[in-house]
């Protein structure tokens, strides 16, 4: 998992406010929070659904599945 994704996961179960923002719009809400993004976060974070529980969410991302 990169660096940026860690980021994100980690504000996502801690955060409310920014876990609403990443349903709406990831890549905007990573950009508001101070987070780059490189390529492969970007297709990784269109890939991911934020409407799944934290512990599924985290535990595809930290396996490496953004899609299905």
Known sequence: MSTALAQIMERYTQDPAFKAQLQADPEAAANSAGIALDEEDRAALQ???FTLANAHLQA???KGVYRG
């Open 47 to 49: 890939g991911l659904d």
């Open 60 to 62: 595809r991302v930290s």
